[in-house]
């Protein structure tokens, strides 16, 4: 079996008084795609923040690349992806303007074409000259999502991304999250509610008390009545 | 050395795209220098100390404003974050930062001089030369500085009344010497009659560059 | 802090204290310019001494916190500034009350004065920051940051504000600042005022950063019994 990408010992983190998470050990293995399911404030993006090297833990210590994300370096920095609740876009810039940024800073070789073409991908080729500003929520999110995809990352670590997305903008963040994962990506997912992508097996997770936990059957069926849709999981 | 380019070629953009942070330099350099005007009137007959002075007085505030604009630049949409997420290493960012900082402080520091020879009725001559290093090395280690402190004060309460408490003891010495270099390159002496002042700068900015270098990383993160 | 060793080092302080009193009111000879007000010297400069040396210490905390991490360096930082800021306030107050028989003003912009009243400024930034910021270690690596990079400039502080005052000569003349003490008995008073001095702040550190372990310790304790709820499911 592969080295797991993400790996967790014990992790937790305390803000102040208030603790967050605790006692967590999670495993994500390669080409996986994993959910964790919770409501506002129960450390959702506190984790992302932690397995991105943002923040350090208080407590244990996440692996992700067999690498201590205290201690992250810039080669593996290089591999992480992430999308979070703030685009990380410049306002005043143009889309084009933005990605070549970004693909600039990562030492991508062909900055401008790359730019272009990840502005074809997410279907915003005609509006690369744009300001970011002027952009819909739909717009900014898929454009957050090409930032976060534009140098190859092999872990994509997804902040609620569909969070104030109408159908439209969720179906395309859908398929591309689905191109990444065919790529051999990996993605890390967090949300309030599970979601599915066609031909999709995602892990799912629930933050309990601090602790992600696999989401129970029951606990769901109990929840709502809808059963999770049983494929078979990507890895073995 | 290329994502210090982007970086600084990204932050140049966008003072390009909405001139907000030279505008409010020069304008708050001009503000300064007319309240100096007015306060030290009688001095203006007397000219290049006072003047020497008001320069460095708008310089300073000029300064605090702008250097704290060029790191909350980064705040907007948490594009911060984006930065630390990115393989690019803390002392780069810094660096490019810095350079920012410094290129914004030189406008000021221009307009500072500018008006300050015109309000103070001064004779321009072979002093520009001498005046212009002085000016420079007092941007560069304002710049250095401000910058390493700017981060802190975007994160403490009651930030925008921290940065001038924590700059100004700190940038004594190079105000000092500042000030007496430009006094001395304004009456007319030689470069190197103010020779001990541009050693103190020189020597100022050197360990806050260095020391900005080394510290940044401890002030840029996170929680 | 053993408290037992806190009381003999409070003890040890109050004895030679009482010495240096005794030395500095009874035995030293009265100087011959300035009269009984220049026994306020025997203070000032010990002070002086203790502000500066302390303001090393904070700086140091700062760089260990930085470079191991462990809330103790930053306890002992924050104690050392506090107290550090008390001696540093007296040496301005004795200067201020030394000056004014002397020359007759309240203050002087003499090198040395200057260069403590910076430090002072500096000083009153670390502990506005500590005190307007919440207790975070972020805010502890602040506090550090600040510390180190103003140790690192007040030698640069010195040496300029020297040269202003050189190149400007004062209005005043320069105090004398412990040199040209005729008297070898006002060379031994010195020495024991400083001694003195320099146990007082010892004594108060120790209690100042006793104090803050404790409150660090019971912040742990709290975080590690908010956990134990968590994981119970407590409220």
Redesign the interface.
């Known amino acids: 079996m592969a080295a797991p990408v993400i790996e967790t010992h014990a992790l ?1 983190k ?6 967050v998470l ?2 967590t050990a999670f495993r994500l293995l390669p080409g996986a795609a994993a959910i964790v399911i919770g409501g506002n404030g129960t450390g959702k993006s506190t984790l992302l ?1 932690i397995l ?5 833990p ?1 407590d244990g210590y996440a692996l992700v690349f067999g690498e201590d994300t205290r201690r992250f370096s ?2 593996y ?2 591999r ?1 992806g ?1 999308v ?10 143009t889309a084009r ?1 933005n990605l070549e ?2 693909a ?4 991508i070789a062909d900055a401008s074409a790359a730019a272009d073409s990840w502005l074809e991908r997410v279907g915003l080729a005609d509006f690369g000259k744009e300001r970011v500003r002027t952009f819909s929520r739909g717009m900014e999110q898929r454009l957050a999502v090409a ?1 976060a995809m534009i140098h190859g990352p092999s872990l994509l670590l997804l902040d609620e991304p569909f969070a104030a997305l109408d159908t439209d903008g969720s179906a395309r963040i859908r398929s591309l999250i689905k191109s990444a994962l065919d790529e051999g990506c990996s993605v890390l997912a967090t949300a309030h509610q599970p979601f599915e992508i066609d031909d999709v097996a995602f892990d799912l997770y629930e933050i309990v ?2 602790q992600v936990a696999p989401l129970e059957e029951k606990e769901e069926v109990r929840r709502g009545g809808r059963l999770r849709s049983l494929l078979r999981p990507r890895s073995s | 050395m290329r994502p210090f380019a982007a970086i600084l070629r990204k932050d140049l953009m966008l003072e390009l795209r909405s001139g907000r942070t030279t505008t409010a330099l020069v304008s708050l350099a001009l503000l300064v220098l007319v309240v100096l005007a007015f306060a030290l009137d009688r001095a203006i007959a007397g000219g290049s100390d006072a003047a020497a002075g008001a320069m460095w007085v708008a310089l300073v505030f000029a300064g605090m404003l702008g250097a704290t604009r060029v790191m909350l630049a980064e705040q907007e949409n948490g594009c911060l974050r984006a930065l630390l997420l990115s393989p690019v290493d803390r002392a780069t960012l810094y660096a490019a930062k810095l350079a920012a900082a410094f290129i914004f402080m030189l406008g000021a520091a221009l307009a500072a001089m500018i008006l300050a020879i015109l309000f103070f009725n001064l004779e321009f001559s072979n002093a520009f030369g001498t005046l212009s290093v002085a000016l420079l090395l007092g941007a560069l280690g304002f710049s250095a500085l401000a910058t390493l402190l700017a981060a802190i004060s975007a994160r403490a309460r009651g930030g925008e009344l921290l940065l001038p408490i924590l700059i100004v003891p700190l940038f004594v010495p190079a105000l000092i010497a500042g000030v007496k270099a430009s006094a001395s390159a304004l009456s007319g002496a030689q470069f190197a009659a103010a020779g001990q002042w541009f050693g103190v700068l020189a020597a100022f900015d050197v360990l806050f560059v260095a020391a900005g270098y080394l510290l940044f990383e401890h002030v840029v993160g996170e929680e | 802090m053993a408290k037992p060793l806190q009381n003999a080092l409070g003890g040890l302080t109050l004895v030679v204290m009482l010495i240096a009193l005794y030395l500095v009111f009874m035995w030293v000879p009265t100087e011959i310019d300035q009269g009984i007000v220049q026994r306020i010297f025997y203070f000032h400069v010990p002070c002086a001494w203790v502000a500066f040396a302390s303001f090393g210490l904070v700086a140091i905390a700062g760089i260990f916190y930085l470079w191991l991490g462990g809330q103790i360096w930053d306890d002992l930082g924050y104690a050392a500034a506090e107290v550090g800021m008390l001696f540093c306030t007296l040496v301005l107050i004795t200067g201020s009350l030394w000056a004014k028989p002397i020359w007759g003003t309240w203050w002087t912009w003499d090198s040395r004065l200057t260069t403590t009243f910076v430090l002072w400024l500096m000083y009153g930034g670390y502990l506005m920051l500590r005190a307007m910021a919440d207790d975070s270690p972020q805010i502890a690596r602040y506090g550090a940051v600040i510390g180190i990079v103003a140790a690192l400039d007040v030698p640069v502080v010195i040496i300029s504000v020297r040269l202003w005052r050189t190149i400007h000569p004062a209005v005043l003349v320069t105090r004398q600042g412990g040199h040209g003490l005729e008297d070898m008995r006002m060379v031994v008073t010195l020495l024991v005022s400083l001694a003195a001095f320099t146990l007082l702040f010892a004594w108060l550190l120790m209690l100042r950063f006793s104090e803050l372990r404790m409150r660090s310790r019971l912040n742990a304790a709290a975080r590690e019994i908010a956990i134990a709820r968590l994981r119970v499911g407590a409220a």
């Open positions: 937790g305390t803000f102040g008084l208030a603790p605790r006692d923040k991105s090297g943002l923040v350090a208080s810039p080669r920095r290089r992480i992430m979070s609740h703030q685009s990380f876009l410049y306002p005043s810039l303007e940024f970004y600039d800073l990562y030492g930032r008390r601090g």
